[in-house]
């Protein structure tokens, strides 16, 4: 399988603190990839440097063979990744559908146009992509007063809609009720075998990470510490002893397994 | 060297009032994040009060007694203004409670006149200090020497105060975290109006401490407010070391100009003030601000859509009623209605980036004040026909804004408008004090319009299609892309850029564009007085703007044009009463603390429950 | 002394508790496990008032404190040691220590700064640093000292292990023992099991806002399902 993002000694310190040092790691086409670890362990600011909001004190990123480390988030958005947030993140004044059409405006290059009404443009284009999340029915709804599972669905047509190859969601389902976590995820699941898109992401709850991931990173106070399937992560004796120090407990699943 | 060292005095002892003033600022910001504008208004009272007891309280002992009463007198007035006026508005952001002391400012001054009268007042000289020293040769007032030696007094007592006392510890730790404090079981509410009482004592205090070398006058809170303004933002809000520097260093700068510079004297401050903050955005003393929503009070704005069938038939026929104004109305009618038209069209550009982008500019009036300027210069200097003027002046006010908005952009909230503030500050006393080329304060005058647009009816039409096609533009803006994509950056700056915005670079264009479109009203106001003066930059034209858009309403389109005709009409009929600003400042208050959505947004809602529009669902 | 009643309480527009109930003893030390994000912060923000709940009531010593401040919360004796520490870092530690004095209350033995430099030694020997000089574990520290200074009757804590090195853990696990001899109730949120079994009587587990567990340490252990589905990675 071809590596669509080639992470390579990615390190970043904050006044001479590790928050990451030295990640490797690949993500293949297709894959959905996921990054967990103890708070603090330096997901967040893996992600935001693979997005852009951080530099890397040393490292690189190649998506398809490109470097990304320096530029903007709105231009590794431009190369065709895509992004949801761990909070969410959408324009609380538009309507639903306004939101998906302002990031169409945006991959269309039409945001310094001063002439066409913007909310008849690619209304049918967005209609489409607020239909394959669910939430075609509420389009012309007032965002501000979603509810919170449906603001993250938003989230995910808006991060579709420039086609992307990547995508990368912090946290896809934090805040949300059970049930609607495994819907959530599930929608995200079988959009991205649609499309083939490849998914990086980092979760706190288990069943979805071990619901639905191919395979799985474990990030310990900033280093890889493994790397592997959903079984091999379960079973890894470092992994449990990692969590054992860093705040969670691992016995009862040794008892279970 | 003489003259050096007695230059150096002077303006130590000058950096007394505004060391006092300025700190009670500070104050106030640190802890309750509001940017007071009343506080000029505590220091003129100050004077005003500290004089009026210095009549009854003779000798030295009265007059030292005087200005202490004066300032803790100012401290319970703010104490009053904390309870009845911002208590009610602490949970809205930062920026809409300064539109309610500005409504402060306005009541104070109607209440100064009434008590004291329009006349300046001179004030007494302090017993036992009243003469002179010759120090090197040079002559010294006593009262100089004597506020040089009680400034480091007054540092030191507050100091103390905040760095020793149990109730500075609050202050400092309120001023980092003001909700664990409250979790630690410290009663916040109090601890502001404590807070405030200071402040507000303070500039009391330097209000009457200063009367002996400047006395009282109505004017006095304005003229302060920009120094102690420049003094807190270059020392870093919040901080008192910060702004003891900067008053001595203003101050001094200030004497040292009005000697060796005197062309520079009110441009000087507000160079050093841009250029610090362009070197330390955050001021010598202060620390990065986290930038908050600005604008966005209670419940998030609604979505916009163009006008339906309805709304366009009334505008039309509002336009048609407009049109024919000059065939049943008199001339006085077209003038007031012209002078509305351009005043709205200036509040609508400025609402265009406030409203729409989130950026508060307390310096709109550079724009303006900016067009208007560039037009007369142009006939005056070069002879230029009216038309060419006419059309080169949106294009000169946008081309200030876009170098003004590429040197303001960095900063964010409070910080962006000063430094706003500051660079239009910069064009006012620029305009103010190189005379020869701009008429300094005598203005310029003789700006008529072409033959073909001369009269009234004339041009009032003129007016009308352009003060309205420039609204409509505006509007129109409002639903394009560039409308959409500058509240895309407002609402959430993290998913525009992570969608492909240039966020900076859209609300830099967005300053730009409004600031054309505030030449173009500056523009239309020349020809139709045919002068303009340097008031037309000034800080209180910027904010009349600045105050008819949170009256209309920040979150509805139609906000700036319903609160400047009723601004402009209010202030019409009010004018011919003596104390008109006392009811305008009430007015204000109370549209603040009863209607945060402004006029335009709380008829929406009256209009929503009674069923006459239909209301969105969900909302309410 | 604590009654939470069917409380929901939301972080915007996410709901965080649905309809959590448990009540908390004089006297008792009851630790609330979950994992990240069960909504173990936010129930102890609820009880101080930070978050308000929308529905539900939480009573202290019988007195409904939803809708108050929190300051009248603290002021009734809830002391309240956040996860994110929040010390004043600007403060220095005697300072940061003042700003959380309150009375001495009947029934409580008074702390004094002396007795909170018994307890926490390290302290004592930078009482004038200022608190961004302090180590986390030092900040740690200085948050539960700065809320005793409050002479609370019951102590709020906030992931008081999470992000410190195992070493200090041990000791603020002294420390809680010690304070824990005083009679005060402690309500203790925690994600490390070993941590809330050395010092809690009693254990909540919640997961997405709502109660999954609640029973002594000897009932969680014979229930490894329970903890397999709620407290395992």
Request: aromatic share 10%; with cysteine; glycine share 10%.
């Given at each position: 399988m071809n590596h669509i993002l080639e992470v390579r000694n990615l390190s970043k310190s904050f006044h001479g603190l590790r928050a990451v040092h030295e990640v490797n790691f690949d993500v293949s086409e297709g894959e959905l990839l996921a990054l967990i670890g103890p708070n603090g362990a330096g997901k967040s600011t893996c992600f935001n440097m693979l997005m852009g909001q951080l530099k890397p004190t040393a490292g690189e990123v190649y998506f398809q063979g490109e470097n990304l480390v320096g530029k903007y988030p709105r231009d590794i958005w431009r190369k065709g990744i895509g992004r949801t947030f761990q909070i969410t993140a959408t324009y609380s004044s538009m309507t639903v559908v306004e939101n998906v059409q302002m990031a169409l405006m945006s991959f269309h290059r039409r945001i310094y146009s001063m002439l066409p009404y913007a909310h008849k443009m690619y209304k049918k284009e967005a209609l489409t992509f607020l239909e394959m999340v669910g939430l075609a029915s509420q389009a012309e709804r007032h965002c501000a007063i979603l509810a919170y599972g449906d603001l993250k669905r938003l989230e995910l047509a808006i991060a579709l809609c420039h086609n992307p190859t990547l995508l990368l969601m912090d946290e896809p389902t934090a805040g949300m009720a059970p049930t609607e976590r495994e819907s959530v995820m599930q929608l995200t699941a079988d959009i991205v075998r649609e499309k083939n898109i490849s998914v990086l992401f980092t979760e706190h709850d288990m069943d979805v990470v071990f619901g639905h991931a191919h395979r799985i990173l474990v990030l310990n106070r900033g280093e890889l510490i493994a790397n592997g399937s959903v079984d091999d992560i379960r079973n890894n004796p470092v992994v449990q002893e990692v969590y054992l120090g860093g705040g969670n407990l691992f016995e009862s699943d040794k008892a279970a397994s | 060297?003489?003259?050096?060292?007695?230059?150096?005095?002077?303006?130590?002892?000058?950096?007394?009032?505004?060391?006092?003033?300025?700190?009670?600022?500070?104050?106030?910001?640190?802890?309750?994040?509001?940017?007071?504008?009343?506080?000029?208004?505590?220091?003129?009272?100050?004077?005003?009060?500290?004089?009026?007891?210095?009549?009854?309280?003779?000798?030295?002992?009265?007059?030292?007694?005087?200005?202490?009463?004066?300032?803790?007198?100012?401290?319970?007035?703010?104490?009053?203004?904390?309870?009845?006026?911002?208590?009610?508005?602490?949970?809205?952001?930062?920026?809409?409670?300064?539109?309610?002391?500005?409504?402060?400012?306005?009541?104070?001054?109607?209440?100064?006149?009434?008590?004291?009268?329009?006349?300046?007042?001179?004030?007494?000289?302090?017993?036992?200090?009243?003469?002179?020293?010759?120090?090197?040769?040079?002559?010294?007032?006593?009262?100089?020497?004597?506020?040089?030696?009680?400034?480091?007094?007054?540092?030191?007592?507050?100091?103390?105060?905040?760095?020793?006392?149990?109730?500075?510890?609050?202050?400092?730790?309120?001023?980092?975290?003001?909700?664990?404090?409250?979790?630690?079981?410290?009663?916040?509410?109090?601890?502001?109006?404590?807070?405030?009482?200071?402040?507000?004592?303070?500039?009391?205090?330097?209000?009457?401490?200063?009367?002996?070398?400047?006395?009282?006058?109505?004017?006095?809170?304005?003229?302060?407010?920009?120094?102690?303004?420049?003094?807190?933002?270059?020392?870093?809000?919040?901080?008192?070391?910060?702004?003891?520097?900067?008053?001595?260093?203003?101050?001094?700068?200030?004497?040292?100009?009005?000697?060796?510079?005197?062309?520079?004297?009110?441009v000087l401050m507000f160079v050093v003030m841009a250029v610090v903050l362009m070197i330390k955005p955050y001021g010598l003393f202060g620390r990065e601000e986290v930038a908050g929503e600005h604008g966005q009070v209670g419940e998030p704005e609604r979505p916009i859509k163009p006008a339906g069938l309805k709304v366009r038939l009334l505008v039309a026929a509002g336009l048609l009623l407009?049109?024919?104004?000059?065939?049943?109305?008199?001339?006085?009618?077209?003038?007031?209605?012209?002078?509305?038209?351009?005043?709205?069209?200036?509040?609508?550009?400025?609402?265009?980036?406030?409203?729409?982008?989130?950026?508060?500019?307390?310096?709109?009036?550079?724009?303006?004040?900016?067009?208007?300027?560039?037009?007369?210069?142009?006939?005056?200097?070069?002879?230029?026909?009216?038309?060419?003027?006419?059309?080169?002046?949106?294009?000169?006010?946008?081309?200030?804004?876009?170098?003004?908005?590429?040197?303001?952009?960095?900063?964010?909230?409070?910080?962006?408008?000063?430094?706003?503030?500051?660079?239009?500050?910069?064009?006012?006393?620029?305009?103010?004090?190189?005379?020869?080329?701009?008429?300094?304060?005598?203005?310029?005058?003789?700006?008529?319009?072409?033959?073909?647009?001369?009269?009234?009816?004339?041009?009032?039409?003129?007016?009308?299609?352009?003060?309205?096609?420039?609204?409509?533009?505006?509007?129109?803006?409002?639903?394009?892309?560039?409308?959409?994509?500058?509240?895309?950056?407002?609402?959430?700056?993290?998913?525009?850029?992570?969608?492909?915005?240039?966020?900076?670079?859209?609300q830099w264009a967005a300053f730009t564009f409004a600031g054309s479109l505030a030449g173009l009203s500056g523009a239309l106001f020349v020809f139709s007085k045919g002068s303009v003066f340097p008031t037309e930059l000034e800080i209180a034209r910027s904010f009349d703007a600045l105050i008819v858009i949170f009256l209309g309403g920040v979150k509805t389109l139609s906000g700036a044009v319903v609160g400047g005709a009723s601004l402009e009409y209010a202030k019409d009929f009010l004018t011919r009463f003596e104390y008109w600003r006392l009811t305008l400042g009430l007015i204000i208050i109370f549209v603040v603390i009863v209607a945060p959505e402004g006029i335009s947004g709380t008829l929406r809602k009256v209009a929503e429950r009674f069923g006459i529009i239909r209301q969105r669902e969900g909302e309410s | 002394m604590i009654e939470v009643k069917g409380i929901d309480s939301f972080y915007g527009k996410a709901q965080i508790l649905s309809d959590l109930s448990f009540s908390i003893g004089a006297g008792e030390v009851v630790s609330i496990l979950g994992r990240n994000g069960a909504g173990k912060t936010t129930t102890m923000k609820s009880i101080m008032q930070l978050v308000r709940p929308r529905n539900g009531s939480v009573t202290f010593n019988g007195t409904e404190v939803v809708g108050l401040p929190p300051y009248k919360v603290a002021k009734m004796g809830l002391g309240y040691v956040p996860e994110e520490r929040r010390i004043f870092t600007d403060l220095t530690i005697l300072e940061n220590m003042e700003v959380g004095r309150q009375p001495a209350r009947k029934g409580v033995p008074e702390w004094t700064i002396d007795l909170l430099f018994e307890l926490f030694p390290n302290l004592s020997e930078r009482r004038n640093n200022r608190g961004k000089a302090l180590s986390g574990g030092e900040q740690q520290m200085l948050t539960i000292a700065r809320t005793m200074m409050g002479n609370p009757t019951c102590l709020l804590l906030d992931e008081p292990s999470e992000g410190i090195a195992p070493v200090i853990v041990e000791q603020m696990a002294e420390t809680i023992m010690q304070i824990k001899k005083q009679q005060l109730t402690v309500v203790l949120s925690e994600q490390n099991l070993h941590f809330a079994r050395l010092v809690a009587d009693r254990a909540i587990i919640i997961e997405s806002g709502q109660k999954r567990f609640d029973g002594t340490f000897a009932e969680l252990d014979a229930q490894p399902d329970i903890q397999e589905k709620y407290l395992s990675v």
């Amino acid at each position: 399988m071809n590596h669509i993002l080639e992470v390579r000694n990615l390190s970043k310190s904050f006044h001479g603190l590790r928050a990451v040092h030295e990640v490797n790691f690949d993500v293949s086409e297709g894959e959905l990839l996921a990054l967990i670890g103890p708070n603090g362990a330096g997901k967040s600011t893996c992600f935001n440097m693979l997005m852009g909001q951080l530099k890397p004190t040393a490292g690189e990123v190649y998506f398809q063979g490109e470097n990304l480390v320096g530029k903007y988030p709105r231009d590794i958005w431009r190369k065709g990744i895509g992004r949801t947030f761990q909070i969410t993140a959408t324009y609380s004044s538009m309507t639903v559908v306004e939101n998906v059409q302002m990031a169409l405006m945006s991959f269309h290059r039409r945001i310094y146009s001063m002439l066409p009404y913007a909310h008849k443009m690619y209304k049918k284009e967005a209609l489409t992509f607020l239909e394959m999340v669910g939430l075609a029915s509420q389009a012309e709804r007032h965002c501000a007063i979603l509810a919170y599972g449906d603001l993250k669905r938003l989230e995910l047509a808006i991060a579709l809609c420039h086609n992307p190859t990547l995508l990368l969601m912090d946290e896809p389902t934090a805040g949300m009720a059970p049930t609607e976590r495994e819907s959530v995820m599930q929608l995200t699941a079988d959009i991205v075998r649609e499309k083939n898109i490849s998914v990086l992401f980092t979760e706190h709850d288990m069943d979805v990470v071990f619901g639905h991931a191919h395979r799985i990173l474990v990030l310990n106070r900033g280093e890889l510490i493994a790397n592997g399937s959903v079984d091999d992560i379960r079973n890894n004796p470092v992994v449990q002893e990692v969590y054992l120090g860093g705040g969670n407990l691992f016995e009862s699943d040794k008892a279970a397994s | 060297m003489e003259l050096f060292f007695a230059q150096l005095l002077t303006g130590l002892a000058n950096a007394a009032t505004l060391f006092l003033v300025a700190s009670g600022l500070s104050l106030i910001f640190g802890v309750t994040r509001i940017v007071n504008f009343a506080h000029g208004s505590f220091y003129m009272l100050g004077a005003f009060i500290g004089y009026s007891l210095m009549q009854v309280l003779p000798g030295m002992f009265g007059f030292w007694l005087s200005v202490l009463l004066a300032g803790l007198a100012v401290g319970v007035i703010g104490v009053i203004v904390e309870i009845l006026v911002l208590r009610p508005v602490y949970k809205a952001p930062e920026l809409f409670q300064l539109v309610a002391t500005f409504g402060v400012i306005l009541v104070i001054q109607d209440v100064a006149l009434y008590l004291w009268g329009a006349d300046d007042v001179l004030g007494p000289r302090a017993p036992g200090l009243k003469g002179i020293v010759r120090i090197m040769g040079e002559p010294v007032p006593k009262y100089d020497l004597a506020l040089i030696a009680i400034t480091p007094f007054f540092l030191f007592g507050l100091w103390y105060l905040i760095s020793k006392t149990r109730i500075g510890i609050l202050v400092r730790a309120a001023t980092q975290d003001r909700e664990m404090v409250g979790a630690l079981g410290v009663n916040q509410a109090w601890l502001f109006t404590g807070v405030f009482f200071l402040g507000a004592t303070l500039a009391g205090l330097g209000g009457a401490i200063q009367l002996p070398k400047g006395g009282a006058d109505l004017l006095m809170d304005f003229n302060i407010l920009a120094a102690i303004f420049v003094v807190v933002v270059i020392g870093g809000m919040g901080s008192l070391p910060g702004a003891y520097v900067a008053a001595a260093l203003i101050s001094i700068l200030n004497v040292f100009g009005v000697t060796f510079l005197p062309q520079s004297t009110l441009v000087l401050m507000f160079v050093v003030m841009a250029v610090v903050l362009m070197i330390k955005p955050y001021g010598l003393f202060g620390r990065e601000e986290v930038a908050g929503e600005h604008g966005q009070v209670g419940e998030p704005e609604r979505p916009i859509k163009p006008a339906g069938l309805k709304v366009r038939l009334l505008v039309a026929a509002g336009l048609l009623l407009l049109a024919l104004l000059p065939v049943f109305g008199s001339d006085f009618s077209q003038v007031l209605t012209s002078d509305v038209i351009i005043f709205c069209l200036f509040a609508a550009s400025l609402h265009f980036i406030l409203g729409l982008g989130g950026l508060v500019s307390f310096g709109h009036a550079a724009f303006f004040g900016g067009g208007a300027y560039v037009a007369a210069l142009l006939v005056s200097h070069v002879d230029a026909p009216m038309e060419i003027a006419f059309l080169l002046a949106p294009i000169g006010a946008g081309f200030a804004a876009f170098i003004i908005g590429w040197l303001c952009m960095r900063l964010t909230g409070v910080y962006f408008a000063m430094l706003t503030l500051a660079f239009a500050q910069l064009i006012w006393s620029l305009v103010y004090q190189w005379g020869e080329f701009t008429g300094g304060d005598d203005g310029l005058v003789d700006i008529w319009p072409s033959a073909w647009l001369n009269g009234t009816t004339p041009y009032y039409y003129f007016t009308l299609v352009f003060g309205i096609g420039g609204i409509l533009l505006l509007r129109h803006a409002a639903h394009s892309p560039f409308g959409y994509a500058l509240r895309a950056s407002r609402d959430s700056s993290r998913q525009a850029e992570a969608t492909g915005i240039n966020t900076k670079r859209i609300q830099w264009a967005a300053f730009t564009f409004a600031g054309s479109l505030a030449g173009l009203s500056g523009a239309l106001f020349v020809f139709s007085k045919g002068s303009v003066f340097p008031t037309e930059l000034e800080i209180a034209r910027s904010f009349d703007a600045l105050i008819v858009i949170f009256l209309g309403g920040v979150k509805t389109l139609s906000g700036a044009v319903v609160g400047g005709a009723s601004l402009e009409y209010a202030k019409d009929f009010l004018t011919r009463f003596e104390y008109w600003r006392l009811t305008l400042g009430l007015i204000i208050i109370f549209v603040v603390i009863v209607a945060p959505e402004g006029i335009s947004g709380t008829l929406r809602k009256v209009a929503e429950r009674f069923g006459i529009i239909r209301q969105r669902e969900g909302e309410s | 002394m604590i009654e939470v009643k069917g409380i929901d309480s939301f972080y915007g527009k996410a709901q965080i508790l649905s309809d959590l109930s448990f009540s908390i003893g004089a006297g008792e030390v009851v630790s609330i496990l979950g994992r990240n994000g069960a909504g173990k912060t936010t129930t102890m923000k609820s009880i101080m008032q930070l978050v308000r709940p929308r529905n539900g009531s939480v009573t202290f010593n019988g007195t409904e404190v939803v809708g108050l401040p929190p300051y009248k919360v603290a002021k009734m004796g809830l002391g309240y040691v956040p996860e994110e520490r929040r010390i004043f870092t600007d403060l220095t530690i005697l300072e940061n220590m003042e700003v959380g004095r309150q009375p001495a209350r009947k029934g409580v033995p008074e702390w004094t700064i002396d007795l909170l430099f018994e307890l926490f030694p390290n302290l004592s020997e930078r009482r004038n640093n200022r608190g961004k000089a302090l180590s986390g574990g030092e900040q740690q520290m200085l948050t539960i000292a700065r809320t005793m200074m409050g002479n609370p009757t019951c102590l709020l804590l906030d992931e008081p292990s999470e992000g410190i090195a195992p070493v200090i853990v041990e000791q603020m696990a002294e420390t809680i023992m010690q304070i824990k001899k005083q009679q005060l109730t402690v309500v203790l949120s925690e994600q490390n099991l070993h941590f809330a079994r050395l010092v809690a009587d009693r254990a909540i587990i919640i997961e997405s806002g709502q109660k999954r567990f609640d029973g002594t340490f000897a009932e969680l252990d014979a229930q490894p399902d329970i903890q397999e589905k709620y407290l395992s990675v």
